[in-house]
């Protein structure tokens, strides 16, 4: 069967390259591992040896069929469906536990993969991806780097991410155009501690990150937050007023956004312009 580039089907054959990801997610043998895009099932028939439980999640019906055949049933369960539509959520409780996650990503989906894994954190404990190996490093970045940006707060707010290690082209067949690393990202959400909610943090985010050469005053003026009104948070929360939210951790984003919904609830209709679909 031919690989099918729209799949973004890359098919692992480096044999140490697979013990070592299956390795990365630690001890499983206890545990439901949910696959990403088995294809060809190279890490499956590994973690098919090493879990408790397989849930392998095919889009290629084929390969779903394929994958059915060679697999023992009893502990690997090939899904012939979307990710993207896969209920992590409803697979955690009948498992009764927070799912372990790995999958060689499609790479033509990777950023609504990641947003679908954050968003079912409660369901999760733990997952080991590979990604392109750019995007690796814009999830794992620090404050202040070159990478740092919206992808990698909004993925360390649902826990720390570590990049392990980097494979090249050759590795894969049909070899794609770009190195990939494989990361590990363990969920421990950080909302609850930084005293900020959920949904409301991650639309804040949005905002700031909107423009990348924009200071971070500049966003949230255009996302209608009164000028004096952006002068007096970046002051209470210490923030110098040419800062860009490129340059911040995650916990003086979190003390800036406690800053200015304080502020707000304290003046109610002073701080915002009248702007739609804006949260400041
Ligand atoms: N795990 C295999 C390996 O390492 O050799 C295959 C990895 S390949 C990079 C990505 C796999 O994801 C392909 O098998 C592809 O068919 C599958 N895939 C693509 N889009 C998908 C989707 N939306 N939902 C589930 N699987 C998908």
Known sequence: MPAKSKLGQ???HDASAIQRIAAAL??????????????RGAITHTLAARASHVLAIEVDPELAAQLRAELPP?????????????????ASTAAGERLLVIGNLPYYITSPILLKLAASHSALDRAVLMVQREVADRVAAAPGSRDYGLLSVTAQMYGPVEKLFTLPPSAFTPPPEVHSTVLR?????????????????????????????????NNLRAAGMAPAAVTTALAHTGIHAQARAEALSVESLA??????????????GEAAHPTTNSLL
Do not use: M, Y
């Open 10 to 12: 890359n098919f692992l």
């Open 26 to 39: 630690g001890d499983c043998s206890s545990h439901t591992v949910v696959e990403i895009g088995p294809g």
């Open 74 to 90: 009893e502990r690997v369960t090939v899904v012939r469906q979307d990710v993207l539509d896969f209920d992590f959520t409803g």
């Open 185 to 217: 990202w363990r969920f421990a959400p950080r909302f609850a501690e930084l005293g900020i909610e959920e949904a409301d943090f991650i639309q804040f985010l949005r905002q700031i990150f909107a423009q990348k050469r924009k200071t971070l005053a």
């Open 255 to 268: 003390a800036l956004w406690r800053t200015i919904k304080t502020e707000r609830a304290a003046s109610p």
